[in-house]
């Protein structure tokens, strides 16, 4: 019997691999909201939840309303397609959306007079009603005068609306051609939501621990402005990651997995330092995965990512991290002064859709791949980034259905961050899925979030689950997104899209301020490699604060903004690591002026790993949890 007569009982059969490539910081509006309109209709008998027609908007704030030289008052600003600038270089919105939990409470509610801090109430009303999600213009303007320009000039209203209304529109299809034909070729998702209305960090904890263990804001020193330091939050986070993953329960079982990073730090002009991210993100649970000697077996980049598909090598289960650091195709929304104070060079955005286009077509032109992999493209949050659709969850005494995939993880041994109950799931992002078992222009309209991937995924692979959230999720399995056979019989059926053109870029990145979530990224890593025992930390912490009092200009800090700072800070700290590690022969130890000048190699941020986590257990918590 031939493939193509092939008819699988259960959906999960049709595919032996699976392939996620989390990107960063979109909502399903911002990226998606006009995949179906009048131009492109949604399929007979279907629904698709787009900003099409629906005559959306977000009111401005009296202060910043103006009104125009034809004497209309500009009050509010509407949903629209992004269609004055050049793509090529820019991906609004710029600069950077607020992101984390309090501003997020003022996207979703509108909060009078919103705070630009991470401290209580955090910007939630009292009482909590049901979201409006009015509130995106609001805190947009707020984040732009109170972080990201608070030392530039006060904009004039009318001057500033230009820069603000990008955060209420979307992209055109045509513009985000690959995303989109995916999503249109294939399956998209017009209700799958993040975990946790807030960051990075803790979204991509959920998508494969089921939990971010009581946090609800990325670990590391304070985000904004009068924000609350978070350096203990990074402790207790820490020692909180020793918590099972999918990557531990697949190890056990045999089943093997990698993850492949885009992830490249400049140190010049011409030369790259590998870094994957996600082994931090699980700090403890990774320590006993990392086989120095099987390195190579579960990490790789994404050049190794096309070979093996081309050999027909894929594990069972592959992850694939985009590039966070500049010039970074993750389609994180650019930060003011990454390459100066302006906007890209090329749109992140553009990268991104590069990345997208690499990935599809590495799986779908192998023989050996092409008819038994499922390609998952997905966004870790939102990102401050504007969506109409309220996310399920409770809210007071309010309720938005259906409520119960926002169950909360289980968390007795763990103190909720910012008082958040894990009672309400994040915003809307999107989700695209690929697999030749997929009708064309599918749309799955049932609500599911994060942890909807991993009971899926357990499912596929008989694993226990992990969380009480993820018992509550509904799988994809049942969904009507796959049938049970190939509705492209063969190879060069699989639709074929154009290459995104992008233009030569000789940039030195290593000169540029680090994209946002690579700031995140670093500022993690340095706090954790600084840490030493409780008497030292407070000796040194006090010196450090007298002698910024007697000398604020000259008052040192764990932030590092400029890319080759990052580089020159993981150069000492990977030399370190391997000196002080247990792996390392008594020749090399007798040889340490040497090896401490030697090159950092592909996967010398192993050891790093394991001296940051061996340091945290033996650090313990800086606070006391409950037990």
Same mark, same amino acid.
């Given at each position: 019997?031939?493939?193509?007569?092939?008819?699988?009982?259960?959906?999960?059969?049709?595919?032996?691999?699976?392939?996620?490539?989390?990107?960063?910081?979109?909502?399903?509006?911002?990226?998606?909201?006009?995949?179906?309109?009048?131009?492109?209709?949604?399929?007979?008998?279907?629904?698709?939840?787009?900003?099409?027609?629906?005559?959306?908007?977000?009111?401005?704030?009296?202060?910043?309303?103006?009104?125009?030289?034809?004497?209309?008052?500009?009050?509010?600003?509407?949903?629209?397609?992004?269609?004055?600038?050049?793509?090529?270089?820019?991906?609004?919105?710029?600069?950077?959306?607020?992101?984390?939990?309090?501003?997020?409470?003022?996207?979703?509610?509108?909060?009078?007079?919103?705070?630009?801090?991470?401290?209580?109430?955090?910007?939630?009303?009292?009482?909590?009603?049901?979201?409006?999600?009015?509130?995106?213009?609001?805190?947009?303007?707020?984040?732009?005068?109170?972080?990201?320009?608070?030392? %530039?000039?006060?904009?004039?209203?009318?001057?500033?609306?230009?820069?603000?209304?990008?955060? %209420?529109?979307?992209?055109?299809?045509?513009?985000?051609?690959?995303?989109?034909?995916?999503?249109?070729?294939?399956?998209?998702?017009?209700?799958?939501?993040?975990?946790?209305?807030?960051?990075?960090?803790?979204?991509?904890?959920?998508?494969?621990?089921?939990?971010?263990?009581?946090?609800?804001?990325?670990?590391?020193?304070?985000?904004?402005?009068?924000?609350?330091?978070?350096?203990?939050?990074?402790?207790?986070?820490?020692?909180?990651?020793?918590?099972?993953?999918?990557?531990?329960?697949?190890?056990?079982?045999?089943?093997?997995?990698?993850?492949?990073?885009?992830?490249?730090?400049?140190?010049?002009?011409?030369?790259?330092?590998?870094?994957?991210?996600?082994?931090?993100?699980?700090?403890?649970?990774?320590?006993?995965?990392?086989?120095?000697?099987?390195?190579?077996?579960?990490?790789?980049?994404?050049?190794?990512?096309?070979?093996?598909?081309?050999?027909?090598?894929?594990?069972?289960?592959?992850?694939?991290?985009?590039?966070?650091?500049?010039?970074?195709?993750?389609?994180?929304?650019?930060?003011?002064?990454?390459?100066?104070?302006?906007?890209?060079?090329?749109?992140?955005?553009?990268?991104?859709?590069?990345?997208?286009?690499?990935?599809?077509?590495?799986?779908?032109?192998?023989?050996?791949?092409?008819?038994?992999?499922?390609?998952?493209?997905?966004?870790?949050?939102?990102?401050?980034?504007?969506?109409?659709?309220?996310?399920?969850?409770?809210?007071?005494?309010?309720?938005?259905?259906?409520?119960?995939?926002?169950?909360?993880?289980?968390?007795?041994?763990?103190?909720?961050?910012?008082?958040?109950?894990?009672?309400?799931?994040?915003?809307?992002?999107?989700?695209?899925?690929?697999?030749?078992?997929?009708?064309?222009?599918?749309?799955?309209?049932?609500?599911?979030?994060?942890?909807?991937?991993?009971?899926?995924?357990?499912?596929?692979?008989?694993?226990?689950?992990?969380?009480?959230?993820?018992?509550?999720?509904?799988?994809?399995?049942?969904?009507?997104?796959?049938?049970?056979?190939?509705?492209?019989?063969?190879?060069?059926? %699989?639709?074929?899209?154009?290459?995104?053109?992008?233009?030569?870029?000789?940039?030195?990145?290593?000169?540029?301020?680090?994209?946002?979530?690579?700031?995140?990224?670093?500022?993690?890593?340095?706090?954790?490699?600084?840490?030493?025992?409780?008497?030292?930390?407070?000796?040194?912490?006090?010196?450090?604060?007298?002698?910024?009092?007697?000398?604020p200009k000259y008052c040192p800090t764990n932030e590092m903004k400029i890319q080759g700072e990052a580089a020159a800070f993981l150069r000492r700290a990977i030399r370190s690591a391997k000196m002080r590690h247990p792996i390392m022969t008594i020749k090399r130890r007798l040889e340490r002026p040497a090896a401490a000048e030697g090159p950092v190699n592909a996967q010398d941020w192993a050891p790093l790993l394991r001296t940051i986590a061996e340091k945290a257990k033996r650090r313990g918590p800086r606070v006391t949890r409950p037990l």
């Amino acid at each position: 019997m031939s493939q193509s007569e092939r008819q699988f009982t259960n959906v999960l059969d049709t595919f032996d691999h699976v392939v996620v490539l989390m990107l960063e910081n979109r909502s399903f509006d911002s990226l998606l909201g006009y995949l179906y309109s009048q131009e492109y209709p949604v399929p007979p008998g279907r629904k698709f939840a787009g900003v099409d027609g629906q005559n959306l908007s977000n009111p401005i704030p009296p202060p910043w309303q103006f009104t125009r030289k034809n004497g209309t008052r500009v009050t509010e600003v509407p949903v629209g397609r992004i269609n004055d600038v050049d793509l090529v270089a820019n991906g609004p919105p710029f600069p950077d959306p607020g992101e984390d939990y309090p501003h997020v409470n003022t996207q979703l509610f509108n909060s009078n007079n919103p705070l630009p801090n991470n401290q209580p109430p955090y910007n939630l009303p009292s009482p909590v009603p049901k979201p409006r999600m009015n509130g995106f213009v609001s805190d947009y303007i707020q984040n732009y005068l109170n972080d990201e320009y608070s030392d %530039m000039p006060i904009p004039s209203p009318e001057g500033f609306y230009d820069r603000y209304k990008y955060i %209420m529109e979307s992209y055109d299809p045509a513009d985000v051609s690959v995303l989109s034909g995916l999503a249109r070729e294939f399956a998209v998702f017009d209700h799958w939501f993040c975990s946790v209305p807030s960051e990075t960090i803790c979204n991509r904890n959920f998508w494969h621990a089921g939990t971010s263990w009581g946090h609800v804001i990325n670990p590391g020193p304070k985000d904004d402005p009068g924000d609350e330091d978070n350096r203990a939050n990074t402790v207790s986070w820490a020692l909180d990651t020793a918590g099972e993953t999918l990557f531990s329960q697949l190890s056990r079982k045999n089943i093997a997995w990698k993850i492949y990073s885009d992830n490249k730090i400049p140190l010049s002009a011409t030369e790259n330092l590998s870094l994957p991210v996600t082994p931090f993100l699980h700090l403890l649970n990774f320590l006993s995965l990392l086989d120095v000697n099987h390195l190579a077996d579960v990490f790789s980049t994404v050049e190794g990512f096309k070979n093996d598909c081309a050999n027909g090598a894929l594990p069972a289960y592959s992850f694939i991290e985009p590039n966070f650091f500049n010039p970074h195709n993750d389609m994180h929304p650019s930060t003011p002064g990454e390459l100066g104070d302006g906007p890209q060079i090329i749109s992140p955005v553009l990268l991104g859709e590069v990345l997208v286009w690499k990935i599809y077509n590495a799986i779908f032109t192998s023989p050996a791949l092409w008819n038994n992999t499922l390609l998952i493209i997905t966004f870790d949050e939102h990102g401050g980034c504007y969506d109409h659709v309220c996310p399920p969850g409770h809210y007071g005494s309010h309720t938005v259905k259906p409520a119960g995939i926002a169950a909360p993880p289980d968390l007795p041994r763990y103190t909720n961050g910012d008082g958040f109950g894990f009672d309400r799931v994040g915003l809307r992002v999107p989700m695209i899925m690929v697999s030749p078992y997929i009708k064309k222009n599918t749309i799955i309209n049932e609500p599911m979030s994060h942890t909807s991937f991993l009971k899926t995924m357990h499912e596929k692979w008989g694993l226990p689950s992990l969380s009480s959230r993820e018992d509550a999720s509904p799988s994809f399995s049942v969904s009507g997104l796959l049938w049970p056979t190939l509705q492209r019989e063969q190879m060069s059926e %699989m639709p074929v899209f154009a290459a995104p053109l992008v233009p030569p870029d000789h940039t030195d990145y290593s000169k540029a301020v680090m994209a946002a979530v690579a700031r995140e990224i670093m500022s993690l890593l340095a706090d954790l490699w600084r840490r030493e025992c409780p008497i030292v930390e407070a000796i040194t912490s006090l010196i450090a604060r007298l002698w910024c009092w007697a000398f604020p200009k000259y008052c040192p800090t764990n932030e590092m903004k400029i890319q080759g700072e990052a580089a020159a800070f993981l150069r000492r700290a990977i030399r370190s690591a391997k000196m002080r590690h247990p792996i390392m022969t008594i020749k090399r130890r007798l040889e340490r002026p040497a090896a401490a000048e030697g090159p950092v190699n592909a996967q010398d941020w192993a050891p790093l790993l394991r001296t940051i986590a061996e340091k945290a257990k033996r650090r313990g918590p800086r606070v006391t949890r409950p037990l």
